[in-house]
């Protein structure tokens, strides 16, 4: 298990399935899982996972899975990230806190969109491009509005929800969300009335922002230097490069997610995985030739090349010069 793909439960989740009757012992027995993951709460994606769907299972009926623990999930065990959200501005305010601080905890990923009369918030999934349990992503999008109705005092009403998956039936959804359900769509998305994101929150606390901001914002540039998928793809490529030409199936197997899923994260981090090898190799090249006791032919093995003319014509194109060059001026560098 990679350090990004750690899932910390809210306190408040086990504490919001109390309220239902549901043990939290109860719902990590149906799971399959230790008990010391209640005390721990940290887990990884497909442990994730199975807790959600030994919650459905438990609770049995999809309808009231989805809008029970949403709506029992008490404001004052809100995690940080949250509760930044229910002490936001307006709803615009809340939702792009919940947005941005939800890269601290993984796995759903929220985009949200504003485009004419209508705001929608996609919920994609991150490291896996296993579907989630249809009770996770009920529960993500009836809280997202759950958070509205809670912030302005006003009930709220979506104008579409969307279910990749299927249900049996959706009418007690229908009347919790206020509009029509779809089924089998393409994407799981919440579509609400845009004007409703002016809607200024009751719950408006600007001295707690000031102290939570610096401190969430914080947590997560740390976060995401620490987790960059770029960085730590490029230490795959570093470690398995030398004599061969490592491929991105190789990189994605090692980090437990699919090809795709890793073409998407180095895509929204800005760069591809051809950028990334071309780059380790350009880096380890250097730190091999300021080595005087490594020749050029072994140097090009290091760094994946099987004859040295393709290592001269790729170290030519990053550097401008030939590998012999770029050392005599590196050593002369030094020697100075």
């Known amino acids: 298990m990679t350090s990004h793909n750690r899932i910390k439960i809210p306190d ?15 719902v990590v027995r149906k799971a399959k899982m230790p008990l010391t993951v209640i005390a721990e709460s940290v887990v990884t994606t497909d442990q994730y996972f199975a807790i959600w769907q030994a919650y459905s299972d438990i609770i049995g009926d999809m309808e009231d899975g989805i809008i029970k623990l949403p709506t029992v999930f008490a404001e004052s065990q809100y995690p940080p990230s949250v509760m930044a959200a229910y002490h936001a501005r307006d709803y615009r305010d809340a939702l792009k806190r919940m947005a941005r601080y939800k890269e601290m905890c993984p796995p759903e990923n929220i985009r949200i969109e504003e485009e004419g009369g209508s705001c929608t918030i996609e919920v994609e999934w991150v490291d896996t491009d296993k579907p989630g349990p249809p009770l996770l992503v009920g529960t993500t999008l009836a809280f997202l509005l759950e958070i509205g109705r809670r912030g302005t005092g006003l009930p709220l009403k979506a104008s579409l929800v969307e279910f990749k998956h299927t249900m049996n039936q ?3 959804i229908e009347a919790y969300f206020g509009c029509p359900v779809q089924i089998g769509a393409k994407c799981n998305r919440l579509t609400l ?4 994101l002016d809607r200024p929150f009751a719950s408006y606390n600007a001295e707690l922002l000031e102290v939570l901001t610096p401190v969430l914002d914080q947590t997560l540039e740390e976060q995401q230097r620490r987790h960059s998928i770029t960085e730590i793809v490029k230490w795959i490529v570093k470690r398995s490069i030398t004599g061969e030409r490592p491929e991105i199936q190789d990189a994605a197997r090692e980090l437990g997610m699919s090809e795709r899923t890793l073409q998407r994260r180095l895509t929204d981090e ?11 190799r350009h880096e380890q090249a250097k730190e091999y030739l300021a080595n005087p006791s490594l020749d050029i032919k072994e140097v090009a093995f290091l760094v994946g090349y099987k004859d040295q003319s393709s290592f001269y014509r790729a170290f030519r194109c990053w550097e401008g010069t030939t590998p012999l060059n770029w050392r005599n001026k590196y050593a002369s560098i030094s020697i100075n």
Do not use: N, P
């Open 170 to 172: 959706v009418q007690g």
């Open 12 to 26: 408040g989740f086990w504490a919001g399935l109390y309220r239902l009757g549901i043990t939290a012992q109860d």
């Open 270 to 280: 800005q760069t591809s995985f051809k950028q990334l090898l071309r780059e380790a």
């Open 193 to 196: 009335h845009r004007g409703d």
